[in-house]
T-cell receptor, first 114, second 111 residues
Framework: AQSVTQLGSHVSVSEGALVLLRCNYSSSVPPYLFWYVQYPNQGLQLLLKYTSAATLVKGINGFEAEFKKSETSFHLTKPSAHMSDAAEYFCAVSDGSSASKIIFGSGTRLSIRP | NAGVTQTPKFRILKIGQSMTLQCTQDMNHNYMYWYRQDPGMGLKLIYYSVGAGITDKGEVPNGYNVSRSTTEDFPLRLELAAPSQTSVYFC??????????FGPGTRLTVL
């Protein structure tokens, strides 16, 4: 069975500061890992995904995430936060099977202080 | 491409009423999904489909039904609405083993 744990339901950083959103997963098979972003009153949008190629994955809007198998982690980072980054972020895991079902974490709300 | 579209955007139902949430995608994806999102709970999978004529239950299927008569459409049916079904509902689609594309959501309130 697969699962995802996002550490911290709410993270607040200052504009220009480093953003770090934590995600740990468990999977019995090599996982596919995703980060999605949800802006207020909108659907989810893919930020980036890991599918067993490079362990450092670059996404949209300056975000990146590093797959660390030994730590079963897939933390999301951005060097310098912008006010427009305020949103809800979801980490997700899939086993890449034919059903392509994705298990989502509970989400982390990112707030940016001026 | 419109991507994934959902109607209606908002709906208020009385307890015991029924309704259908519509979902359509124009990307020729075989895989489609229905999720519900409750505050602080992330997304829970209600039903999914791997192709026309094939549907299967997700984590929280009770109180819902689906059908998939075409590749494009995947409606979600609530037969006897209950307050516990107050939520935001998202439809998504994907190719096999790839990212899921989400619709804008339907905000449902059951009073």
């Amino acid at each position: 069975a697969q699962s995802v744990t996002q550490l911290g339901s709410h993270v607040s950083v200052s504009e220009g500061a480093l953003v770090l959103l934590r995600c740990n997963y468990s999977s019995s098979v090599p996982p596919y890992l995703f980060w999605y972003v949800q802006y207020p009153n909108q659907g989810l949008q893919l930020l980036l995904k890991y599918t067993s190629a490079a362990t450092l994955v670059k996404g949209i809007n300056g975000f990146e995430a590093e797959f660390k198998k030994s730590e079963t982690s897939f933390h999301l980072t951005k060097p310098s936060a912008h006010m427009s980054d305020a949103a809800e972020y979801f980490c997700a895991v899939s086993d890449g099977s034919s059903a392509s079902k994705i298990i989502f974490g509970s989400g982390t709300r990112l707030s940016i202080r001026p | 491409n419109a991507g994934v579209t959902q109607t209606p955007k908002f709906r208020i139902l009385k307890i015991g009423q029924s309704m259908t949430l519509q979902c359509t995608q124009d990307m020729n994806h075989n895989y489609m999904y229905w999720y519900r999102q409750d505050p602080g709970m992330g997304l829970k999978l209600i039903y999914y489909s791997v192709g026309a004529g094939i549907t299967d239950k997700g984590e929280v299927p009770n109180g819902y039904n689906v059908s998939r008569s075409t590749t494009e459409d995947f409606p979600l049916r609530l037969e006897l609405a209950a307050p516990s079904q107050t939520s935001v509902y998202f439809c998504a689609s994907s190719r096999a083993g790839d990212e899921q594309f989400f619709g804008p959501g339907t905000r449902l309130t059951v009073l």
